[in-house]
């Protein structure tokens, strides 16, 4: 619960106008109630006042003197579900904690970088999926990140066109299914191309010359051989 109550007034943007607004109010407060001749009605109502109005700036500076920053990450797919299972760096080199929801780093702020900044890069195999950000540590000890992840095409298709004598196929045109770049082979009938996928999903390469053609279907990042026909 404490720690709870710390990240919620933590969270209160200026709290010294917070504490500003809460002596102003608790002056009027008292004065209309002395006015009125209910001095112990006001006196309690003026210190509630003041104890609201000095949390969030209490709890700003007892957050400073334990100087431990609580990232919390969390990272979504472009459609806005949530992802709970995926491969989390960062340019920090302490551990990365799991919990329900998300990932959480403490970073002490005697070992905050000079710049502030952290990056974290995640990764989900399966679904070829990738994000990355950066967080700058300011006055909030409890930053929330959120890392969008998005689909990985960074990988490339490398290979060779043979025809049906194993021969090497100079001249050929190469292209991955669905997109217009293409790709024409030198004299070894290598080629490279780009993938639009990311590393080891499946893609369909064609390749043609002269009325002739051949198509493979292989994992990206890796080597492919396409035979003529």
């Keep these: 619960m404490p720690e ?40 309690i109502l003026a210190v509630c006042i003041l104890a609201l109005g000095f949390a969030p700036y209490a709890s700003a500076h007892a957050l400073r003197s334990r100087g431990v920053y609580h990232v919390q990450v969390m990272l979504v797919r472009a459609d806005q579900s949530p992802v709970y299972y995926a491969q989390l760096k960062s340019s920090y080199t302490g551990e990365m904690k799991v919990f329900e929801g998300g990932w959480r780093l403490d970073i002490p702020a005697q070992t905050r970088p000079t710049d502030g900044k952290v990056s974290f890069a995640a990764s989900v195999k399966d679904e070829f999926l990738k994000g990355s950000t950066t967080l700058t540590l300011g006055d909030d000890y409890y930053p929330v990140v959120t890392i969008p992840l ?64 051949g198509h493979v279907t292989a994992p990206a990042g890796k080597t492919a051989e396409i035979i003529m026909e």
């Excluded at 991955?176 to 080891?200: C, E, M, Q, R, Y």
């Design 4 to 43: 709870q109550f710390l990240r919620i007034l933590g969270h209160v943007p200026h709290p010294e106008v917070v504490l500003i607004i809460g002596l102003v109010f608790a002056a009027v407060v008292l004065t209309l109630m002395l006015r009125a001749r209910h001095a112990i009605a006001g006196s």
């Design 150 to 213: 998005e689909a990985d095409t960074s990988a490339k298709i490398r290979g060779v066109v043979v025809d049906d004598k194993m021969a090497a196929v100079e001249g050929a045109t190469v292209s991955v299914d669905g997109f217009p770049d293409v790709a024409i082979t030198d004299k070894k009938g290598s080629f490279t191309l780009s993938a639009h996928a990311g590393n080891g999903q499946m893609v369909e390469i064609r390749a043609q010359k002269d009325g002739a053609f």
